[in-house]
Structure formats: C-alpha cells, structure tokens
C-alpha cells in the first residue's frame, strides 16, 4: 500500500512540475538572451575593461568600469567584432573583424578610451590571425596568408608607423605563439604534418630569421600556448608522450623540458601576468572548468582552486596591469555568459556585467547530466542529457532500473545534438536554443562521440580516415541508451549538428535510415571529395590528415560520402548554410538539396548571403530557429 502511494505522489509531483512550466517563453525571447565575454583591461587602468557582447544583434565593443556605472557601446558594425586586445603600455587597443563571415579579419586600433578607431589592415582578400603584442606594446605580431592564400607567415606590425615587418615565412602553417622582452626571439607554432592533431613550436631568431626546432616527436602531439617566463625561458602546454594537456617548462639553452605534473585532464588555457609572477589556467575536468591561479614560482605544485558561481566554463582570462586582479568570462548551463573579475588579495570572485535574459526565469534553465553509455566495442561515450522539467525519474521497484519519462507516463521526444570539429568536445555551457527546445518538451542529449578532444590523445584518434564512421556507430548507440534508459520514444528522436557535427548528421541517416524522426544539417559536409577540392586551400592540408587524401584515399572518401548513399534517406531533412563560408563550401548544401528536392524527399533549405560558417546575426537567427522549431514539431509531434 505504501508502494503504491509513493507512486502516486511521484506523479502528483509530475503533473505539478508540469503546471509550473507550463508557461511558455516565445523561440524569439531566447534568442534575445545575451552574452558578455573576452574582457580585457582598457588602458592603464585596472578596473575599467573592454568586452564583447551581443546586446546589438552582432557581437561588438563594449566598455565596463568594474567598480561600477553603465556600460557604454564602443563600435556598432553589422558584422561581429571577432576579438579585442588590450596593449601592455596602456596606449589603446587592436580588435579584429571580418565581413560576412569569410573569415578574413582586418586589424583596427582605437584609443583606451574607446576614441580614434583606425583601419591598420584593409586586405578584403587576406586572412590575418592575431598572435599578441611585444613587452613595451608597440608592435603586434600576427599570421596572414597575404604572400600565398595556402599558407600563413608570421609578421609584426609597429602600430606608430603603420609599418609592416615579414618576421618569418615558409609554406606552411605557422602561427605566432611568444616574443621575448628583448624582442630578439620569437616563438612560433607550425601544424600540417602527415598527423592530425599536431604541432611542432619553433625558435626563430629575429635578426637572421633562422628557425630552431624545439619540439621533436615522433607521435601525434600537441604544443600550444607558449609564453615566455624570461629571456631563455619559455612555460607551454603539450601531450607528447602522454594522454592529457599538461603544463612544462623549456630552458631555451638546453632544450630540456621539465613537466610540472601527469595532468589526468587537459590543461584548457592559460595567461600570464605582465610581471610574470602571477599565472592562471584552467582544468578541463569532464567538460567543467577549474580555475588555479598561483604564483609562477609554484606551478605544478598543489593549490586550490578558485571557488566558481558554479559548475560551468571558464574562458577570456587577462590579468589586470598592477596583477591583482583576473578578468575572466564564466558560462554555465543556467547562466549565460558574463564578464567577472577575481580579486587576488581577498580572493573574491564579483559579476561585472549582468547580460539581460529577455525575461526568462533562470530558474526555467536545465542543467543537464552527464552521462556515460556503452558503444559497439564496449567503450564508454561520455554525453550530456538535458531532460525538460516536466520529466521525472522512474525506479521500477521490480529491477531497480532507472529510467525517464515525461509528465503523465509519456515517453519523451529527444534531440541528438553532435558538435562539430571532430576535434572539438561538448561542454555544458549555456546554450539558448537547447533551452527553448527544453521548454517545448523536448530533451537533448549532446554527445561527445569517439574523436571529441577532453577524453585524452587516444580517445581523439579512434575516429581518423578509415574509422571515420565507428563515430557514427557511437551516435546509433546513443539511440539504443536513449530507448533503455532515457525515456525517449523511439519514434520521436532527431538528429541535429552543424559543421562536422553536419556530416555526422548526414551519416546518420544514410546509415541508420529507419532510426531517426528528423534532422537538422547546419553548414555539413555532403561530399568528401567536392569538400576537400573547394574549401580553402590551408584547410584541406589541415583536413586531409584527419579525413584523407584526395591522391590517396578517394575510393573510401567517395564511398563513406552521405552523397553516395543519398537513396537511403527517409527522414525529414533541414538543410542551412551560409553563402561565404570558407570552410564548408555552400555548394555542399546546394548539391544535397538538388538531388533530395528531384527524388520528391522532404527537405527544407535555407542559404543566407550574409553568413558564413554558421548562422550568427541576431536578425538571421530570429528568422531561421522558428522555421526549424516549426519544423521539428511538424515531424516529431
């Protein structure tokens, strides 16, 4: 009797829970959720930052004092402003921004107080990589593929004269990474090996130009971050010869590296103080941030770790000029992101920026779980599951097996979501349409299948060239989870990714045809070998190594290309792209619409002129996630 009552107050609970969500927040007002992000202390002040946030509808400049008053708006253009970069001496700043997402960023210079903006580059056709400044912040240095539109040298601008300087060239890949005090050495990073997923770091001597390898390996590895500690002395992050990012030491003389700790996760970023006493970092643990900051002298040795508003990412860090204070951006599930500041001395953490929220409860947001559910090989697949607030979980008293369900004994309707990259990972940040999606109903599980980065080197390679589709075995098993233990309907589950996560979309459905309600294609690759001829010329060296080559693996791109199995699709299919992608050509959506609209599948198309690798404008998104919402509902419900 007892039992059975219990039972009964479970589905009370529901069926409240479900009364309190009841109220519905429009697709447009979580849209209109902003976001604040990489500050940067402006001037010579250690409390008034500049920051980028989306209030206008683009991602622009905006001004803070961090002791308080109003934010004022710096730059209002109709593209989004890609990155800003305070100078050491305090003199002004150089941001960056491209036009209608080709990717091709120019470099402008403003004032400290916001005053003065100047164009320092105006090469429409030139991709330029910002690298960082020099000690006494008169130069900048940067890649640019200007010479050659396949690759990239390193140049150094002096901002007084405008004057540009080739600091080093070669065909190939290269990137600045850190220039000493004295200016006479400089650090670079060069990828497009036969290895996906490295990297080799270079020694270049300013005056002569002669390069110096620092790095020799014989595995796929990576080496990033470098900075300099003093003159022949340089702090770094590498997995060579282990799973994990840690952090090491070089003597620049010697060539010994000393690694300061066998990190079990990656070590996620870094920064340095201007004085070099004070470094900061964070731990990517199961997708979670941990902030560490210690005094440079005791890296690698055991400190705690900054107490955070919760269980979220932390990212955009920057020390203040006097080196008391950190500003950092933090996102979580249930908050978006904002600008805040850490106070070394009193080791306090305060908000900065209060992004608005369009007048949705914070309350309303799902934090989702981690998961961890077994694949064809017996390997474990880590996922995050978002389940609506109407959802309960259900213990049968009979097995003990746990499972969800929604309010009133329904089964749920589930999103598989797939990041792109491959080398990239899910994190539980805030994501505003899985939230919208959420309050429709819906759950989402974000997986983090076979060749995601955060799960160590090996886990990240299982993927490469001919094990390309084992990750879309991972995304079938996913499926089989979500029927045993996630309360999904079987026959209301789609799939959604942008980018690779659109391939992985694509695959899926030519692959598993009968298993999927939907699908959702974001500026997907269709055609391996349409791809890798016509996106841009330095990325198809990058691609190839992870992917396969053209002169030597065509037959198996062909056949694991969605293209070729295009007779196999019976799911509704929502194709988007931007026109000036330089990645993903556009033509890979045209190529599959054509063929899907002339066998009469169902497939909806929406290309937009203005975007490139992805949907960013506020206005563009306003009109596109109501036709996928739409969309998703049509077949799903």
């Known amino acids: 009797m007892k039992r059975f009552f219990f039972i009964f107050v479970l589905l009370a609970l529901a069926v409240s829970a479900f009364a309190q969500a009841a109220e519905k927040y429009t697709i447009q007002q979580y849209l209109n959720i902003r976001s604040a992000s990489s500050p940067t202390f402006a001037g010579d002040s250690n409390s008034r930052l500049f920051y980028l946030t989306n209030v206008s509808g683009t991602s622009q400049i905006w001004m803070i004092d961090a002791a308080g008053g109003a934010p004022k708006q710096i730059t209002n253009y109709d593209d989004n402003v890609g990155f800003i970069s305070s100078s050491p001496d305090g003199s002004g700043a150089v941001f960056g921004k491209a036009v209608g997402g080709n990717e091709n960023t120019q470099f402008f210079w403003m004032k400290a107080d916001g005053s003065g903006i100047k164009e320092l580059t105006s090469s429409a056709t030139v991709r330029h990589n910002f690298g960082g400044w020099s000690d006494d912040g008169k130069r900048i240095y940067y890649a640019s593929n200007k010479r050659d539109k396949n690759y990239f040298d390193v140049y150094a601008m002096d901002l007084g004269s405008g004057k540009e300087e080739l600091v ?57 971050g470098a900075t300099f500690l003093s003159n022949n002395e340089i702090l770094f992050a590498t997995n060579d010869k282990r799973e994990f990012m840690g952090l090491a030491r070089m003597n620049l003389d010697t060539k010994a590296i000393q690694m300061f700790e066998n990190a ?26 941990e902030l560490y900051v210690v005094n440079t002298k005791d890296i690698g040795k055991k400190t705690e770790a900054v107490k955070l508003p919760a269980q979220g990412i932390v990212g955009g860090m920057e020390f203040s000029k006097d080196g008391n204070r950190l500003a950092l951006s933090f996102a979580s599930s249930r908050h978006n992101s904002d600008v805040w500041v850490y106070d070394l001395k009193s ?69 598989v979501s797939v990041h792109g990259g491959p080398e990239g990972q899910e994190r539980p940040g ?69 980018s690779y996560g659109g391939y992985m979309t694509m695959a899926a459905i030519t692959l598993y045809p009968d298993t999927f309600a939907a699908a959702v294609n974001t500026v997907g690759i269709v055609n391996w070998e349409t791809f890798l001829k016509n996106t841009s010329g330095y990325r198809r060296r990058q691609r190839e190594v992870e992917y396969g080559r053209l002169d030597r693996d065509i037959v198996f791109l062909r056949k694991i290309s969605p293209i070729a199995k295009v007779d196999r699709i019976k799911t509704p299919l929502f194709v988007i792209h931007g026109k000036n992608d330089p990645r993903v050509p556009y033509t890979e959506a045209e190529q599959i619409v054509k063929v899907l609209k002339d066998k009469g599948a169902i497939v909806e198309y929406k290309l937009y002129d203005d975007e490139g690798h992805g949907i960013s404008k506020l206005k563009n998104r306003l009109e596109l996630y109501p036709l996928v919402a739409d969309f998703l509902d049509k077949y799903m419900k």
């Open 430 to 498: 805030f994501n505003p349409l899985y939230q919208y999606y959420l309050s429709r109903g819906y759950a989402v599980l974000a997986t983090n299948v076979r060749g995601s980065t955060g799960y160590g080197k090996t886990f990240t390679h299982l993927d490469d060239v001919e094990k390309r589709e084992d990750s879309v075995k991972d995304l079938a098993a996913s499926v089989e989870w979500l029927k045993t233990s996630g309360g999904a309907d079987p026959k209301r589950i789609a799939v959604m990714g942008g």
């Open 168 to 224: 080093f060239q070669q065909n190939g890949n290269n990137d600045f990474e850190a220039v000493s005090k004295d200016g006479s050495k400089v650090i670079i990073s060069r990828s497009g090996t036969e290895l996906g997923l490295d990297n080799n770091l270079y020694l270049i001597d300013a005056k002569t130009k002669q390069e110096t390898l620092l790095t020799p390996h014989t595995d796929a590895s990576q080496f990033g």
């Open 264 to 289: 079990n996760w990656d070590t996620s970023g870094g920064t340095l103080s201007d004085d070099k006493k004070m470094f900061a970092y964070t731990i990517n643990r199961e997708g979670f941030s």
């Open 347 to 415: 080791k306090s953490l305060t908000q900065v920026t209060n992004s608005d929220r369009a007048n949705i409860s914070q309350e309303s947001f799902v934090a989702p779980e981690l998961i961890k559910y077994k694949t064809f090989d017996g390997k474990e697949i880590p996922a995050w599951y978002y389940t609506p607030q109407t959802a309960i979980t259900v213990v049968n008293a009979r097995s003990g097996r746990s499972g969800v369900m929604n309010a009133g004994n329904t089964k749920l309707p589930v999103i």
